[in-house]
């Protein structure tokens, strides 16, 4: 038996479904779940080799769940959660399920993801070494293409740690593997405001507590893009509101003490961070694992950089103002199904 297997053998998997839960179709929610577990099954880890396989659930049908079980090739552990519980309340839900006297390390994971399938070998495989991380995030992006690559370097950055070479400041929830005493301490925290800033605060607070996340590039996993224009446009909006109740998080981490007068800045804060972020995306252009955009299609990256950051600082600023959408809480789902 290699190491590999035997932290696999203490290891579960929790999948959530909340960004299933847009649309209008639970048939079309089912496929897309059961599109998930089909690249899961396809892992060069095998699932049968995990100790337990949680999904959350808001409620799905026998024979959804059975179909799921026959994709899996094992037993799963369906956790059923209140319609209301957001995002990452459900992956505080399932983490909670997971059996404390067998489990040592989970991994969370979204169903409107597809990884790599050497992504869950190459997420656990840090935990074999002599001195096994804390936590290890993979690397998340979307497609790959002209919107997706520019996209890619506006939602999902990655920022070098100054706890350890080779760690990341910041992580994204649907491509993590904790020790569970790490996450058993610290979760998922809510945060008033924000649609999909948690776990960029339990970031900045594990990095106050000395504990470093390790990054492994290799662990990739491809994000879907929202089902239609409109919600991308929507998801662009909320992401600028949440930058409202992130900055002073921000602030407090990384700012001296003159300048912390901008947590309390309304609008000022915000965009300070919304314009640090766009220079970031334009230098990170062609400069992430993605193929590189060349000619008028690099143009074209850049201009969607642009304009996608526009629409960000527009929500950053309208937030900031006092204005927001009327359903941008946490609990506002969009739609990412299976196309």
Known sequence: MTLLDQVAQATALVLETNNLRGGAAQAQAEASLRHAMASLAAQ??????????????????A???????????RAIDFVQIDPSLDYYAA?????ASTDPLRITHVVFADS????????????????TQSEPPAAVAGRTSYAAGIVGTALTTIDFMYFPSPLETGATRNFYANNIAFRR??????????????????????????????????YAPAAHTEHRLPDTWRET????????EDTLGLTPYLV???????????????PVGPVCVQLGRLSYSLRALNRQDLPALRGGRWLMG?????????????????????FKRAASSGDQTLSYHRR
Not at 91 to 95: R, S
Not at 112 to 126: G, R, Y
Not at 252 to 266: C, F, I
Not at 304 to 318: E, H, K, Q, W
């Open 44 to 61: 060069t880890l095998p699932l049968q080799a995990l100790a337990q396989l949680v999904i959350t659930h808001d409620g799905l049908g």
């Open 63 to 73: 024979a959804c769940m059975a179909e799921l079980r026959r994709l899996a090739g």
């Open 91 to 95: 992956k505080n839900a399932g983490f």
């Open 112 to 127: 409107d993801c597809t990884p790599a399938p050497c992504w869950l070998a190459e997420l656990l495989t840090p935990f």
């Open 181 to 214: 005493e790490v996450f058993e301490q610290h979760r998922y925290q809510a945060v008033e405001g924000v649609y999909r800033a948690n776990c960029q605060v339990l970031g900045l607070a594990l990095q106050a507590a000395g504990v470093a996340v390790r």
């Open 233 to 240: 446009l929507q998801l662009r909006w909320m992401r600028g």
């Open 252 to 266: 407090r981490a990384y700012l001296p003490a003159w300048l912390q007068w901008l947590a309390r800045s309304g």
């Open 302 to 322: 850049l201009a969607c950089i642009v304009g996608f950051s526009v629409v960000d600082l527009t929500g950053a600023v309208a937030r900031g103002f006092g």
